[in-house]
């Protein structure tokens, strides 16, 4: 299957565009000089339900929805376009209202680790256990989420300051660092990558022959958005020969695929591609964060994660959105998320129960929302860290004051009267 993208500049050729009236055309002219946008053939042609598209999730998964932006942010950029098609007059209108909507949401700027006083900004070291490496050829995707956190670097507002190619210093840390056994090669999504590319990268990593290091991870997106990468692209024979080679080196290799709905699951070209990469020996586990619009609904997680199961995958993650970007428009609260959660899990047996939520990847860790309970009269939600800037803090349950709003750990309050949570005084002493 020939690749074909569709950004702000073509999509009007898409074959189903018609559907669309001239407002909704509108919507996407409009929010998509704000948020990026991009999506390609497979997604418009097998996953999207053009005859109910106002409601569909994987249209809204791919094209920007009015209500991403708030009314006067829309109205100026709006009257902008109106008035002008000068490139530098629409990305500064652009970017005042990207500065509004946290571009840069906490805990990732100062994750950049060093090795001989040398930065490396192509390297995150949070959790002693896992470190993540953003290949540079890796930092694109084959559609973009409308709900991205990493959308900043996608509207060229940051320029890939995560990026690094030289994975000799990415094997220099890891011999120094006998704690790491997890590498996650991430993005972006790393399977945009060419296979010459990629395996440059993995032969590299396996022929420095690094004892501690035994997972080798791969997060990506590719098998909703492009899943031909593993069945028809020139160089998809090569692709699933480099996994082969990591399970032949004795490695377990994670690949982390990111789904928001079941929609996802049923094209024959994803189920083709599940079944050839679980041929070459790599484990599949799964990861999504809760989303209005897309997939708040509890039948859509437990319908999402049977079908994963049957088709051979681990369920993994249910993360909650996170503060940047649109989160107004997909963001639910902790409150929803834990019930949605709770409810889907409820009707799956044990075999599924391997997912861990609602999480949020925030400063401190991730933090995982175990539910809402009431103790000596106060309701709160026990809370735990899943993992933790500092390891000491995982498995401890913790208490916040029940909060039906709340939205994120920075809206968290701790119960009981409290001043702050057990972990504040640890953290503000490991940010230093
Ligand atoms: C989630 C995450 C990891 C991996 O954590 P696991 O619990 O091992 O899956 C590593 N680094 C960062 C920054 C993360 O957010
Ligand atoms: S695939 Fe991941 S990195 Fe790419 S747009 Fe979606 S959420 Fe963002």
Redesign the pocket.
Known sequence: MKYQIYSLHNYRNIPQIDKLNEQDLRNIDVVGHVLPFKTNNYVVNELIDWDNFHEDPIFILNFPQKQMLHPEDFDNMSSVLDKQTDKVVLKKAANEIRHKLNPHPAGQAQ?VPELNGQKLPGI?H??D??M?FFPTQGQTCHAYCTFCFRWPQFTGMDDLKFAMNQVEYVIEYLKVHPEIS?I?ITGGDPMVMKASILDAYITKILDADIPHLQNIRIGSKSLSFWPYRYLTDNDADDILRIFEKVTKAGKSLAFMAHFNHHRELETEAVSKAVERIRQTGAQIRTQSPILNHINADSNVWSTMWKKQVNMGMIP??MFVARDTGAQEYFGVSLSRAWDIFRNAYINVSGISRTVRGPSM?CTPG?VRIIGVSQVRGEKVFVCEF??GRNREWVGYPFFAKYDPKALWMDDLKPAFGEKEFFFEEDLARLLL
């Open positions: 994750n995150q949070k959790y256990e896992t993540l997890d996650l993994y993650y990847s991730k899943i993992q």
